[in-house]
Structures are given as structure tokens and as C-alpha cells.
């Protein structure tokens, strides 16, 4: 019985680095071709059908592009930082259900690495040890670039953390439940039951707070090309620059998985659509709204960031928990 | 140094504030300027445009990209490319009679001709050489051409192994089996063959 929880356990974490891997490839084409089109262009077209070997071209000339490290760079640091975001990217997936329990060859598969029953704040706490790699990254790379894009990093981190935990709160409170398999089975009644009716302002706030979490567009600091040349990833090149970026990618994954579960119902049955399904074209339509909100808004400063969570979000999160509570009370 | 003194950045007394009229004056008025642009939902707004563009381009043919290599813009008829020597569409024979007026109105000097008279009498070109290295395009030559036989065409694709593939008669004058392909010049201040669809209104509301 040991042995097959552990072979068990080690190929999921197999399928789930290969899989998200190769999605998170996958999503930088698809983050391109989207964007073409949202400016009337057409993306990569030239490599393989409809440029879908871009990804294969990108892949070979990242892994044999030269490793470069600064001359005043502090080595291990800036060798160790992009491992972090990449690898806490990863564990921080280990508690997320992706699929509904199911049977093969009569054995019941149930597709969570682990669930141990602090799931989302296993996953919350780990998605912010990842900003320890634009941070340290930033802050080893020896560039003014570089350090500007890690201090940013650290704003942000205090920004977003305090508003993503306070809006998370009033959902956690009506569940009564940290796991994300009792948070997905609250919401079992269709699509009536998902929390995000009863809690639209909390919907919101964790939206925002995870575009921030994922650096995505609107608040895209730390690599603020326009501002920053590349921010904390100035002077990373080849292998270590994509692991930032897998790393990334990961993450945008593990907060639409994490929106789709805590908000939209999970992967409960919709109407005649099975569940692995639903939360598949949950998690595929917030993967198009973090690509499209790219196309459209502009960058915010850090300061109009620091701002936005601290003056105007914290404070709803906070009203919102008093009303719950009320609410519950009551 | 007071608060208020110390947020004055103002350079000097007559600095003009642009936006004076509808700036907050409370905090009160800041908070309703924060809340009508935070509903006032302008970001929707930005993200139905993006999506209309989308799909503008995917399926009403609105894509602005023209694929370079595989299809091309037309060019306008005034453009300046490199050189062709015409040819006489009935015989064959070169329409230039080796006056060298192209060769003495040429600023930057790079026309070289070598003309005989033959047998005859009449005036023979034996060799026409522009030099691509030193010509500047500036169309004096196919202007005061009396035959139109030297004229600019629209090969505006200049990549070669070498200069000289460009800069021999034989490269730019119209080959006999070729003649039927030979297209006119159309002459300067002509208009471009699709200026019928890029043609507008003139605006006069103004």
C-alpha cells in the first residue's frame, strides 16, 4: 500500500511538471498569436503550420544560448534566483485538485498531488516565496536596471499579499474549510451555488491582486520594458531567463486554476458539460482575459500600484469581511 | 516648513496649473473622482475595442499584415527604382540613339556610355554602365531622356552578390524574348495604380 502512494505520487508530479511545462511553452505562443490579433496582426506564421514550431525554435535557442553571469554579480544568488520562481512555481501546484476524481482500470485516481487540508494557504504562501526570485535576482544581477526591478518586486509583494489574503478571507469563512476540494464541493449545486454570486467584491479584489501576483500587465513592474529594459532579468540570458519565464507562466496557470476552483465552481459538473472539462474552459477563458487585459490597458506606476492596494483594495477587502460576518452572524 | 510648502513645486509665483478647474479641492471630492472613474468601467470599454479588433481581423478580413516576401504593396509610379533601358515595342531595336544627355546631366557622374557610329551611320551603343555605387536616384536622367529609353523601373529589391549585377546594359536593358512584358513608363506625377480605393472625401467640415 506505501509503495503504490509513492509511485503513485511521483508519476503525478511527473505529469504535472511535463504538462504545465509544456503549457506554459504552449501559453507563450498563444500569448502571442492573441495579442497579433487584438493589433490586427498575425503572429508567427512561418515556422511549422500556423508557426506552431515557434515554440520548438524558442526552446532550442534558449537551452543552447550561452550562460551568462555578470562580472560583480553575486554568483550563487543570481545563479539560485531563477530556480526559486520556477520551483515554487511548481510546489506551489502540488495542493491544487486540477480534475475531478476519476477511475482507470478500476483504480481511483484522484488528481491532487497532495491534498493536505491548508491547500490555499499552502498555495498562497508558496506562489510568494516565488517573488524571492525576481528579488534575489534583481538584487545579485549588479545592474541599476536589475535593482530597480527587484525593489519593485519587494512593493509589490507588500502591495498585492495583504489584499489577495484579506479577499480570499470572506469566501474561507463561509466554507468554514481551507481545503480546495471542501472549497469545490461548497459550490456543488450548479451554477447558482458558485461562490462568486455570493461574494462578487471578493471575486474582484483576487482577480486584481492575482495580476499582480503574476506581474501581469496592468501591474507588470518588475520587467517594465519601457521603464526598466527588463527589469530583474536585464542580465539573465539562455536557460535561467526561460525558468523565469516557465516559472511565470506556471503561476498564471496556478492563479487561474486557483480562481476557477475558489470562485467559479471548480470542477463541479455544468449543466451537461462533465467537470474535468468545465474547469478546463474556466481556466482556458482567465488565461484569455490575462492576455487580453495585455492587449488593452496600460501599465500603472508603483506607486499608483501601492496606491490602488493599499488606499482603495485593502480597505473593501476588510469591509467585505465585516459584511460576511455580519452575514454569517445573522 | 509646512506641509502644504513642502508639496509646492512650483517653480515660480506665475506657474499655471493646467488642470485648475476640476482639480479636487477636499479630500471628499478626491474620493467621488476616484469612485465615477473606478465605475465609470472606461477599462471595459478598452477591452471590447481589443476585442473587436480581434475580430475585425479573424473574420471580417481586417488583418493589416501583408506577408513582405509572398505579397507585395504596389508602388507608386513616381518611385524611383532602379534603371531599365527600354526597347522599341515593334522591332526590337533600342530605343537609345546615344546622344549622352543622360550621361552629361547626371550630378553624381556614374552614367559611362561608349557610343560608335555604325555602318549605317547611325549612332550605336556599345556599352551603358551606371554606377549603383555612386547614382543617388535622382530621375535627372530619365527625365531629360528625348526617347524615354532610360527610365526608372520598380525593382526596389537591391540585394546582390555584387554591385555590378544591377549596373551592366545587359541587366537593365529589356531582353529580346522579354518585350511583350515591357511595360511603359508611366512618367512622373503619375498617380498610383490603386489610388481609386485609397481616394477620400476631401474633409470640409472644418
Redesign the interface.
Known amino acids: 500500500m506505501e509503495t503504490s502512494i509513492i509511485i503513485e505520487t511521483i508519476v503525478k508530479v511527473i505529469i504535472v511538471l511535463t504538462v504545465f511545462s509544456a503549457l506554459a511553452g504552449f501559453t507563450t505562443y498563444i500569448e502571442r498569436k492573441?495579442l497579433a490579433?487584438?493589433?490586427?496582426?498575425?503572429g508567427p506564421?512561418n515556422v511549422g503550420p500556423y508557426g506552431l514550431l515557434q515554440i520548438a525554435a524558442d526552446g532550442i535557442k534558449l537551452f543552447t544560448k550561452e550562460d551568462f553571469i555578470p562580472a560583480n554579480a553575486n554568483k550563487p544568488i543570481f545563479m539560485i534566483a531563477p530556480i526559486i520562481t520556477a520551483a515554487t512555481a511548481f510546489i506551489a501546484m502540488s495542493a491544487i485538485p486540477f480534475f475531478p476524481e476519476f477511475e482507470i482500470f478500476g483504480y481511483t485516481v484522484r488528481p491532487i498531488i497532495s491534498d493536505i487540508n491548508v491547500g490555499v494557504l499552502f498555495v498562497m504562501s508558496v506562489g510568494a516565496i516565488g517573488l524571492y526570485g525576481p528579488l534575489l535576482g534583481g538584487m545579485s544581477s549588479a545592474n541599476k536596471w536589475a535593482l530597480l526591478g527587484g525593489a519593485r518586486t519587494a512593493i509589490q509583494l507588500l502591495s498585492y499579499e495583504v489584499v489577495s489574503g484579506l479577499a480570499l478571507l470572506a469566501p474561507l469563512m463561509m466554507v468554514g474549510s481551507l481545503s480546495l476540494i471542501d472549497i469545490n464541493n461548497y459550490q456543488a449545486g450548479g451554477i447558482t451555488s458558485w461562490i462568486i454570486w455570493s461574494q462578487p467584491l471578493a471575486f474582484i479584489l483576487f482577480t486584481i491582486a492575482g495580476f499582480a501576483e503574476t506581474n501581469r500587465t496592468p501591474f507588470d513592474l518588475l520587467e517594465h520594458e519601457a521603464e526598466l529594459v527588463a527589469g530583474y532579468a536585464t542580465e539573465y540570458s539562455g536557460m535561467r531567463w526561460g525558468m523565469f519565464f516557465i516559472g511565470e507562466y506556471a503561476n498564471l496557470f496556478t492563479i487561474s486554476f486557483l480562481i476557477a476552483l475558489i470562485f467559479l465552481g471548480g470542477f463541479e459538473p455544468l449543466w451537461f458539460i462533465p467537470g474535468g472539462l468545465a474547469i478546463v474552459l474556466k481556466v482556458m477563458f482567465l488565461i484569455f482575459l490575462f492576455l487580453?487585459?495585455r492587449?488593452?490597458?496600460p501599465h500603472i506606476r508603483p506607486d499608483q500600484l501601492m496606491w490602488l492596494c493599499w488606499k482603495?483594495l485593502m480597505p473593501l477587502a476588510l469591509l467585505n469581511i465585516l459584511v460576511t460576518a455580519l452575514v454569517i452572524m445573522i | 516648513m509646512g506641509f502644504e510648502e513642502f508639496k509646492n513645486r512650483n517653480i515660480s509665483e506665475d506657474y499655471v496649473v493646467v488642470q485648475e478647474d476640476n482639480y479636487p479641492k477636499t479630500s471628499w471630492d478626491a474620493f467621488k473622482q476616484?469612485v465615477t472613474r473606478?465605475v465609470k468601467g472606461e477599462?471595459f470599454t478598452?477591452?471590447k475595442?481589443?476585442?473587436k479588433?480581434?475580430t475585425?481581423?479573424?473574420f471580417k478580413g481586417?488583418?493589416?499584415?501583408v506577408?513582405y516576401p509572398a505579397e507585395k504593396l504596389p508602388i507608386g509610379p513616381r518611385y524611383r527604382a532602379v534603371h531599365r533601358l527600354l526597347v522599341l515595342l515593334e522591332s526590337g531595336e533600342e530605343r537609345c540613339i546615344g546622344c549622352g544627355l543622360c550621361e552629361k546631366i547626371c550630378i553624381a557622374n556614374c552614367i559611362r556610355m561608349e557610343t560608335r557610329v555604325d555602318e549605317n551611320s547611325r549612332k550605336e551603343v556599345l556599352e551603358y554602365t551606371i554606377n549603383m555605387g555612386r547614382c543617388i536616384f535622382c530621375g535627372y536622367c530619365a527625365e531629360v531622356c528625348p526617347e524615354l529609353a532610360i527610365v526608372h523601373g520598380g525593382r526596389y529589391e537591391n540585394v546582390s552578390e555584387q554591385r555590378a549585377s544591377f549596373s551592366l546594359k545587359e541587366d537593365i536593358l529589356t531582353p529580346f524574348d522579354q518585350l511583350n512584358q515591357q511595360t511603359e513608363f508611366a512618367g512622373f506625377g503619375s498617380v498610383s495604380p490603386d489610388a481609386d480605393e485609397k481616394i477620400k472625401k476631401t474633409p470640409l467640415s472644418y
Request: aromatic share 12%.
Open positions: 492573441i490579433f487584438m493589433q490586427r496582426r498575425l506564421t487580453w487585459t492587449a488593452s490597458w482603495i | 476616484v473606478s477599462l478598452g477591452l475595442i481589443t476585442f479588433m480581434m475585425g481581423a479573424l481586417e488583418m493589416a499584415t506577408q
